[in-house]
Structure formats: C-alpha cells, structure tokens
C-alpha cells in the first residue's frame, strides 16, 4: 500500500532529492494528482454501481410566503417521514431559485437521497436502490407544488460521486438492458414512431441523463442500475493513498511523475525513457483491469474459434 509520504519519498530519491528540496512536497502532489488522473482517463480503472430511482420535482413558486413551510421526507429506507422546516433545515430567501438551491442542499442530505436545483426546480431521487415514499409540503400550492409526473432527464454530475461517464445502464429486476443512443439517434427515435417503446439512454457533454423505459419517462417508484466510471478525488495529505488498483501500482505513479519532471527540467532522454517504462507498466494495469471483470479483447480469445 502507498501514501503520498511515500511517493514523494520515491520520486525524490530516483532524482537525487531524498530531502524534496529541488522538488517540495507540494510540488510532487501536484504532479501526482495529474498523474492519476492521466492514469484514469487511459485506463478507465475507477468505477462503481448504483441503483437510481425516477425523480420528484418541487417548484417553488413564491418564496416569500413559504414560511415555516414544512416538507416531509421518506424513502424505501426509512422507518418514519423526515420533515424539514423553512428557516431551520432551509431558508426561503432572496429569490425562487436560491430558495429552490436551499431546500435541495437540505435534502440532498438526506441518506440514500440526491436532491439538486435546477433554477426554480429541485429534482429528488434515491440512490443505492431505495425508492421515494413520501414527499409532500404543507405550503399552499400556489406558493409550491410537488409532481411525480415523471421526468427524462438526470443530472448525474449532482447524483452520483465524482461522475465521468456511464458504462452501462440496465435493470436486474425486469432483466432489461437499457441502449445506448448517440444524440441524434435517441431524438430520432422518440420522434420517428408514435409507437416507441425501446429501453434506451444518452448522455450528454454536460453529464445530464436522457432516458426513457419502454418508450415513458420514469417516475420515482422505477429504478435502474447504472455502471458508470468516476474520477478520483484529489490526494491532499501525507497519509492519503492512491484510488482503488492504482494502490497497489506506485511505479506507474512514479514513472509518469518523472516524465513531466524531467520535461519540466529539459531532459527530453531521461523524460523519454521513463515514458516508454510507463506505457509499459500502463499495458500489465490495462491487462489486470480486463482480468477483473472488464471485456476481453475480442483477439484474447481466437484459440477458441474454430
């Protein structure tokens, strides 16, 4: 297992600074953050699962009579409501959107709950496979509403943690998959057929969700699972380690901090030599990430074909 401490201790010895007086601690931080992060867009070794449920959505309305307005809060999870007052748990203040941020920080609180703002708008939703019992408000309607109508779209960049990009979306329960549509194929296959009724997704640029099952929007008592690929959090300690199987490959760490040491310091051989040791270590961590569960290419299995 590595830490940063070691790391740094690591690279400053390959380029005789064991102290880090040529190159500080902070300096080596940096690089390394920039590595993983190298290492994780080339490799895609960091992804989870989880199971999303369809959105609710509250529109505030008219923040300036939602005082003490009091919304309750259950999912599949909890034994009893939650309920959240105005100007304790939330502020009705300055404008409808702001108000709208404030309830959705509040909420999003909440365990196994994401909740995020969108103007006017906040959109709930669970998250680890629980679903929405209860979400309700006391406020009078014309002051804020609550729907469960249904909604196509997810801001999975405010659902899910440190989100980059999805690998498959399916549903276990149903045995469904859900397909993968390009921009231009999943417009056009809403507005093609009257009769759509396909699983499918696309995800834009901005990380926003559009999906539909069985041709509808899903509502808060629908789920899917979600593989998806995640970036990592940014080391800032001595004692923080590197994300997942990346922990257990501090050469390939080292080996790429060098390479943009030695660019820094002008030494495009040394910084050549250590770029060709880590395409070489990148292609043993692309090969143990296939043993663990990723598809094999398809050439790893022509001894099979007959």
Known sequence: MSTVSSLTYDIGTRIGDPSNT?????????YINIVIEDIVKKTDCLWAVDEVSG????????????????ISLKTSNDDAA??????????????????????????DAHASVAAYA???YVYVCCVGGYTL???TCDADTDYL???DAGYE?????NILSNFRKVRNIYDTDNELMYRPYARQDYNRALVDGTNYTGWGYYVDPAYKLYIKANGANLDSADTFKIDYLYWHTALDSADDSPPAILDHYDEVIIQRVLYYYYMSQAMPDMARLSDITYRELIRDLQYEIRSQGELQEIYSFYHTIR
């Open 55 to 70: 959105q609710k959505r509250i529109e505030v309305l008219d923040y300036t009579n939602l005082g003490t307005a009091v």
């Open 133 to 135: 019992s209860t979400l």
């Open 82 to 107: 939650t309920d959240y007052t105005e100007a304790s748990e939330w502020n009705a203040a300055t404008s409808n959107s702001v108000t709208a941020t404030n309830i959705a920080t509040a909420l």
């Open 153 to 157: 779209t997810f801001e999975l960049g």
């Open 145 to 147: 509403t609550i729907s």
């Open 118 to 120: 969108d103007g006017a």
């Open 22 to 30: 040529k190159l500080e601690a902070w300096q080596i931080l940096r």
